[in-house]
């Protein structure tokens, strides 16, 4: 019974993964000069009749969130490809999946009714927009396919150990075993989780072999896991 319950947890989680993450192409070339935009740029606001642009405005982005974002762009970059480099085409049901895993993972209680404001709270925590949000989800759809099937193989008995541990906190917590739904919902999300954790070492060795030289020294570079 296990064992067929494993099947088909195994069958969703192949069908979520046909997202943490593509940035729009002008965003990615933004990045390829590492000068401080020329005062040609586009104004970004005025004060008192005084120009504010991009040249005034990026120092202090580089400072706040510049190393996030180069570290997002960098590992959307290798994604990018290694998809390419396999014949992986991402698709829009790609990404509609990945929502549903986040959402899956995230979401403890399973209430479909809170999924729009749990998604919110998501973006506005992490301070994900239209196109960061989406980066998250394809890049997410790319390191689903690229576990190494090595890796795989030995997840098998993780997922049997998160779910046990899962299924004893529910019956602790609530004093009765989960219904049939609970337990379908506990052992998806599991499998889920353990994926997760694998998808972000995957990442980390990815960001961890590139070759990155920063030039513009207002952003520290780090990799996934430092400070």
């Known amino acids: 019974m296990l064992n067929h319950t494993f099947s088909t947890i195994a069958h969703r989680i192949s069908t979520l993964s046909v997202l943490i993450w593509l940035l729009t192409l002008a965003a990615c070339s933004s990045t390829q000069q590492v000068s401080q935009p020329s005062r040609s740029q586009p104004t970004i606001a005025m004060i008192n009749g005084q120009p504010i642009d991009d040249s005034q405005l990026w ?13 997002e762009l960098v590992l959307t970059k290798l994604l990018d490809e290694l998809a390419l480099d396999r014949n992986w085409i991402i698709t829009n049901e790609d990404l509609d999946h990945e ?25 506005r925590r992490r301070g994900l ?29 993780e997922i049997e150990s998160e779910i046990l541990n899962n299924l004893k906190r529910f019956t602790e917590r609530n004093g009765a075993d989960p219904s049939g739904i609970e337990r379908d919902r506990i052992m998806i999300r599991s499998a889920l989780v353990v994926e997760q954790r694998a998808m972000e070492r995957f990442a980390a060795q990815l960001l961890d072999s590139a070759d990155v030289i920063v030039m513009d020294r207002s952003i520290k570079w780090s990799r996934l896991g430092e400070e």
């Open 129 to 157: 927009g239209p196109v960061r949000f989406e980066s998250l989800l394809r890049r997410n759809a790319i390191l689903r396919r690229a576990i190494p099937s090595r890796e795989t193989r030995s997840m098998q008995a």
């Open 99 to 123: 929502l549903t895993a986040l959402v899956t993972t995230l979401n403890q209680a399973g209430d479909e009714q809170a999924t729009p404001r749990l998604i919110e709270t998501i973006r």
């Open 59 to 71: 120092p202090m982005l580089a400072e706040i969130a510049g190393d996030q974002t180069l570290q």
